[in-house]
Nanobody, 117 residues
Framework: QVQLVESGGGLVQAGGSLRLSCAAS????????MGWYRQAPGNQRELVAT???????NYADSVKGRFTISRDNAKNTVYLQMNSLKPEDTAVYYC???????????WGQGTQVTVSS
């Protein structure tokens, strides 16, 4: 079992920035994929950004050019830098850990991001 603890959420005005952190209780050095997802009220959970073991990244079209996912293997932590935030970015943001084995699929508890107009 891997525990994920997200932090860094909060209330910010449109155009502002936040950096989310996801600290894992296990090494992320060789993890298959780490990712950030979000869920707004009444909506399904959606992918925001992912980073694979080789370092390649993938972003939802809605956040490309504004959000950046990165990781620090020494700290077992994944980050999501969010710039130029918009009210539609308001959601609970979740961290996801996908290990080499299919059953190694873990989620954090989520952190609330609220962007005011």
């Amino acid at each position: 079992q891997v525990q994920l603890v997200e932090s860094g959420g909060g209330l910010v005005q449109a155009g502002g920035s936040l950096r989310l952190s996801c600290a894992a209780s296990a090494s992320i050095f060789s993890v298959r994929r780490m990712g950030w997802y979000r869920q707004a009220p009444g909506n399904q959970r959606e992918l925001v950004a992912t980073i694979i073991s080789g370092g390649s990244t993938n972003y939802a079209d809605s956040v490309k050019g504004r959000f950046t996912i990165s990781r620090d293997n020494a700290k077992n932590t994944v980050y999501l830098q969010m710039n130029s935030l918009k009210p539609e970015d308001t959601a609970v943001y979740y961290c996801r850990y996908q290990g080499l084995l299919l059953y190694e699929n873990y989620w954090g508890q989520g952190t609330q991001v609220t962007v005011s107009s």
